[in-house]
């Protein structure tokens, strides 16, 4: 009898315990732990360290840290299946290059033709076209791209245990927000629906846009033009620009999400920095220091030196996807 | 009896419909029924008109929308304030216009010295600090300085019934924005206290900052160098920019304010446009077409067009300010 209530008792409370756990795909850990422990103090009142609602800002990146971002950022793929879909249109192309390296889909030209043939590409399949015809074309190939190494729709190659930390933290009254390198616009299609966070949570990078009206009606037409590129030094300016205020925990996987850590991390009273660390090969992918995309060196140095949290994605995350 | 019975029932029914009224400084007119008559559509569930609450984005211009703009912007005051303020550390510009107007206290000859001159004063008072110094100057002037002609304070120079019209839209579930083309860091130290708008639903014009370690602490540095305009064609892509989403309601004054309004009356679904109208030259100012502030010529001509709302100061509202 006794020993029945005890049982009944334990697994009551083992259930509630798995109830109770926000964070499912995380294992028991340092990292899960110091999460725990930050939202915790900042969100108990009468902490020394708790921060009013409006206040609890948390930023994200995106490529590599809320989604996959290998063997290339997924906006690249994007833009090359639009120069496919665009090619009938301009049969130059095919003696062209970049052009003509896509069209072949050897994706290694394509890359050694470096960030002047990137950016014409991103020109010629971003701009041209009213924001509301943008926004209809990423709807349209997120909806129904396929990874090229995984064969999985782009938007279920998201991290399952950062969806379950989003949603923690938005349960704590925190606001997300992405603040990515990827383009803005491209982001805001499918990012409430896979993310939960609105658009005007959303920062990238952008290009130019010019308000016209055509017979009556106004649009935005989308320029090729950078805009903004929310990289590296751009991040905490992006911040500003966007947000106003500093977050107080940051979230991100490489070197270009290093100066927004810096950011969050200098502000007064308790702050949270949070580094991704790819070391999956089997799941995912495992790069760090050598990465051609999402390079993580100078980051992991300060990481330490500053004793910011760094997920190990093997050991600390039980799944990866949803 | 019954006249006594009839007339309780009736006290307590007018004094019922007064404490219902959200809008007490909105006398009963054209204007302020249609904005209850918007507000009751988009809202309420089951109406053809119904507007789920995250799509409810409300956007207000705020220099002559919001608080008053004469006889000039008041940031130009405080820009006026900062150069007196600076003038010990730079004794040239005794004799170095538009600066020596400005310590003559010559307005007519800063204004005189047209765009040019009014760029310079911004950029050498709203330039070479952090955005954490210049969010201290700002406070501390918003805080102490006084308008020359009313002698009030600057944020008691809002409007009334715009106070009550954000509360009663917020109540409603609207998210509301202000799109200026002041300065977006010239707002944001003081709009949240005043209009209960916080930083990241500010957009403004604005001028580049740069991320800098500064002793190992970052920074960012306000440069002097405009990054965007957000006026006239620049108010649909800033709120493009910022919010990602069409606004569904939307507050100007001037012609300033016109691509705002085309903009978010072009939506699909119900829209709500309303322009200001300074008719009271004894309560505030009036002024329209021929101003040098807040000039408001072709949007009179479009707003009759499209049946937008124009309020009439004087006739429709029982207060200016608070």
Redesign the interface.
Known sequence: MKIAVVAALSALWVSKLIAADPLPAWNESAAKASIVAFVEKVTHEGSPDFVPA?ERVATFDNDGTLWAEQPIYFQAFFAFDRIKALAPQHPEWKDQEPYAAVLRGDTKAVLAGGEKGLLELIMATHAGVT?EEFEGIVKEWISTARHPVTKRPYTSMVYQPMLELLAYLRAHGF?TCIVSGGG??FM?PWAESVYGI?????IGS?IK???E?RDG??V?VRLPEI?FIDDK??K??GI??????RPIAAFGNSDGDL?ML??TA?GAGARFCLYVHHTDAEREWAYDRESHVGRLDRGLVEAQKNAWTVVNMKADWNRIYP
């Open positions: 409006a924001t606001k803005i616009e805001r609105p658009p005007e949570q959303i952008s846009t010019r308000f009206l009606k106004p935005l805009n030094d751009g905490p300016v500003q620009q966007h947000i106003g205020r100066q810096q950011w200098a």
